[in-house]
């Protein structure tokens, strides 16, 4: 069975940072690529960021480039998101999301989320 | 604002048969790109739902069946049930000067009278 779980969420004053990480098991990890998306409260999904399984092509949306850090450990088996310079509206829920049936296909697996909070 | 259009919101009742958008512009879908869609359930994480364009996933009633045609993309909802009630996103890529982004649809909330 596949599960991403994800973890490392809290509450962060803004400038602050935080560094997310997502354990994954079940499937071949190393072989996929993998996602960051963020749901802020009472809001629609939005992509942040994509790193592709040997880690050379990474992704990110523009509201994140230079904030936001994606990263893999394929001997883990883990997926992380380090956030620095957060914003109030950084506040979300933030899932892992994988892409196994084919390359820049659907988002297969969902973690179950980490919810973030930036506030003074 | 997303580069994918949907209507904030659908209903019907129990039994209907009800269809939820999703409008794209050349560089996603409309370029041929596949889409997909998710149900995310209360207080739920997303579930893919159906993918490339038309095909369920395992353990999807066939009562949800998805389409495409140029720039527009449909999810069709038949035999409305209670436990259909939830957000419903669609999903593509968007390939530009940056690379390719997965860029979503700003959701639908189905409501079941």
């Known amino acids: 069975e596949v599960q991403l779980v994800e973890s490392g969420g809290g509450l962060v004053q803004p400038g602050g940072s935080l560094r997310l990480s997502c354990a994954a098991s079940?499937?071949?990890?190393?072989?996929?690529?993998m996602n960051w998306v963020r749901q802020a409260p009472g809001k629609g999904l939005e992509w942040i960021s994509y790193?592709?399984?040997?880690?050379?092509?990474?992704y990110y949306a523009d509201s994140v480039k230079g904030r936001l850090t994606i990263s893999r450990d394929n001997a883990k088996n883990s997926l992380y998101l380090q956030m620095n310079s957060l914003r109030d509206e950084d506040t979300a829920v933030y899932y892992c999301?994988?892409?196994?049936?084919?390359?820049?296909?659907?988002?297969?697996?969902w973690g179950q989320g980490s919810l973030v909070t930036v506030s003074s | 604002q997303s580069v994918l259009t949907q209507p904030p919101s659908v209903s019907g009742a129990p039994g209907q048969r009800v269809t939820i958008s999703c409008t794209g512009g050349?560089?996603?879908?409309?370029?041929?790109?596949?889409v997909h869609w998710y149900q995310q359930l209360p207080g739920a994480a997303p579930k893919l739902l159906i993918y490339?364009?038309?095909i369920r996933t395992s353990g999807v009633p066939d009562r949800f069946s998805g389409s495409r045609s140029g720039t527009s993309a449909s999810l069709v909802i038949s035999g409305l049930q209670a436990e259909d009630e939830a957000d419903y996103y669609c999903?593509?890529?968007?390939?530009?000067?940056?690379?390719?982004?997965?860029?979503f649809g700003g959701g639908t909330k189905l409501t079941v009278l």
């Open positions: 079940g499937f071949a990890f190393s072989d996929y690529g």
């Open positions: 490339g364009n038309n």
């Open positions: 050349s560089s996603n879908n409309g370029a041929g790109y596949d």
């Open positions: 790193i592709s399984s040997s880690s050379k092509t990474i």
């Open positions: 999301a994988s892409q196994t049936l084919y390359s820049f296909g659907p988002l297969d697996y």
């Open positions: 999903q593509s890529s968007d390939f530009s000067l940056s690379g390719s982004e997965v860029v």
